[in-house]
């Protein structure tokens, strides 16, 4: 984890969803994608923050399951926040196999 991922991880957990942004804005790799989703859920952009989390989904190897596992649940915490229960609960019992194991 290099240390802009760090200071923001650190920002969202101080509740600091802009000083998070700042610091990877303009990254596209899978772990400031969701940090981005995550300091845009909690700034009330749920639309913008599925899309992010989705994306970095996505961009984790198959070697990184537990970040994978990590974003669909917290894509489900949005869904939830938006009172959005439509998705497939599929995906997040296996993330959440996934987290436990």
């Known amino acids: 984890m290099d240390s802009l991922i760090a200071a923001s991880a650190r920002a969202l957990a101080a509740g600091d969803a802009l000083g998070a942004l700042k ?15 995550i300091a845009m859920a ?15 989904a996505r961009g984790f190897g198959a070697h990184e399951e537990v970040a994978r596992a990590r974003c669909v649940v917290a894509e ?18 296996a993330a959440l196999a996934t987290l436990e194991a």
Request: aromatic share 0%; proline share 8%; hydrophobic share 45%.
């Open 42 to 56: 909690q700034l009330g952009e749920h639309p913008r923050a599925r899309e992010l989390l989705r994306r970095a």
């Open 76 to 93: 489900a915490e949005v869904a939830l926040a938006v009172r959005d229960l439509g998705s497939s609960p599929r995906s997040l019992a």
């Open 23 to 37: 610091r990877v804005a303009l990254r596209d790799d899978p772990p400031a994608l969701a940090l981005r989703g």
